[in-house]
């Protein structure tokens, strides 16, 4: 392949060279508008969940605890965790928590734009904006305090460097000219915005190596002068740039997510259909739209001859597409297949769908769009109230009900360290402060026993299981002591834990009451 060809593969029509009119700009503008009020809409209609819990508490604990806790056990989405840390100055409400990860979601919609214009034209890059604008899997993840948001907008930033990259590359092979200042801007933002996704989420390292595939298969031609040598030295740095994180898996292994159940057929069609919006209409629709994108590439597809469309077809599907294949693979020997953590190949998916949707002509356009917005809003109207990928725990409910019922002399044990998390929370929005600070002293709940290293929350109270000792020397002098109980195996199978709770705190209070929650289960141990 002759260095020409890179630049028809990257180059632009002349369409795209003519300016946008007004229409087309304010066009974007309403679609961007669309996309920030239904994120905004309905933010605090559920109820905080343990892992967004989880997100906050972690945020503020203080620095020296903070940096212990992302070396010994959350360095993923450490960069997340940074950026909340600043936005909790300004405001503690659950509305305004998430609406960190709601203006992230928002910046997401002018970088799948550039894209989609570099790949196709601004068409195409106008109807990518207003699918990603409705899409309930992208409104489902911007509306939840964690860091998935944040991951999908660094991956399309760093795949727009790498396009732009690429693009400027092209031209100046084709005219013999030096590396442009341009060129090497480009190139330094690929390297920043790769970081960093690598550090919001570590899945983020398979769109990297997608990235190598890709552009190894278009560079590797007779002309040495179009091998990106540039190229592999921002890979070295940003290989050295994610070592800690790297050294961080290494030390940890799979234990963080050794609760990942392995993917059937089944899950994975479920996983498809929540990607396009949550419905099969959509999603039948989103299948043709994907098969009318890669129809005009026929053969060439994966032709050593890469033609125009077949090149961005190529990094579009192996962006979409590779993640996905490589984790369901893996997971024969150990799953790591998470639907949630795919939430980075959507910005590919919709692109390639607004492709397929260009194609049709002008007057069946319109009507497959109003169609396919219309689903989109069905999808959004869902997830406003349901999580269609999974079963929302209820700890901040059984956390309030603890607080609701507690008399004074009541201690509380927590099955596993993590549960205190939710709990926390819900006395920091109780108190109107954060009570997970060592500065916090005040009345509010029962006495903590386990777990329990100091006046405020410590990186030890984030992990660790009771043992028997403790529990007999720690609720002496406890007229009633609470059991938080949370992820203790299923129905009839408790784990070890929970067991040795059930026996050892009838010997000091023989009376128990019982209440369960979605995914929680409270007890009450007391004397008659």
Partial sequence: ??????????GASPSQSLSAGWPHWLTLSV????????????????????????SVE??????????????WREANMSLYYMLLRVWLHFGQSPFFIRSLSVVISAATLPAIYWVAKQLYDRRVALIAAALLAVNAYSIRYAQEARSYAL??????LSSGFLIAWFREMSLDLRSQSATSNSQTLLLRGYILTSVLAVYAHLYAILLLVGHWIVVS???????????????????????????????????TGAGPIRWIQRPGIRDL???????????WALALIYALALLAALIPTGKSLWSPDTARQAWRCQLLLVWLLFPIVLTVLLSFARPVFLA????????????LVAAGLARLNRWLLPLALVVVLLLGLQGTAFIYGHDFDNERDASGAASNFILDHTQPGDAIIFHIAETRVPYEFVRSLRAGTNTASPEFIGPLGPEILFPHHGAGLDYRDFTGKPIPEFVRSAVQGHPRVWLMLMNNGPAGKP???????????????????RWQFPKVEIRLYSRP
């Fill in 1 to 10: 392949m002759q260095p020409t060809a890179v630049n028809e593969s990257a």
């Fill in 31 to 54: 679609v961007l508008g669309t996309a920030i009020l239904v994120r905004f809409r309905c933010l605090s209609c559920k109820p905080f969940w343990f892992d967004e819990s989880f």
């Fill in 58 to 71: 972690v945020a503020r604990i203080d620095w020296r605890n903070f940096l212990h806790l992302m070396w």
């Fill in 151 to 156: 991951f999908m907008l660094l991956a399309t």
């Fill in 217 to 251: 298969r278009i560079l590797r031609c007779e002309n040495n002068q179009a091998r990106p040598g540039n190229l592999r030295r921002a890979w070295k740095i940003i290989a050295l740039a994610v070592l800690p994180l790297l050294i961080f898996v290494a030390k």
């Fill in 269 to 279: 069609f479920e996983f498809f259909e929540h990607l396009a919006g949550g419905n």
């Fill in 340 to 351: 949630r953590y795919m939430i980075f190949c959507l910005p590919a998916l919709l692109v």
């Fill in 495 to 513: 784990d070890l834990t929970t067991v040795m709770l059930t026996q050892v705190l009838p010997e000091y209070f023989p009376k128990v009451e």
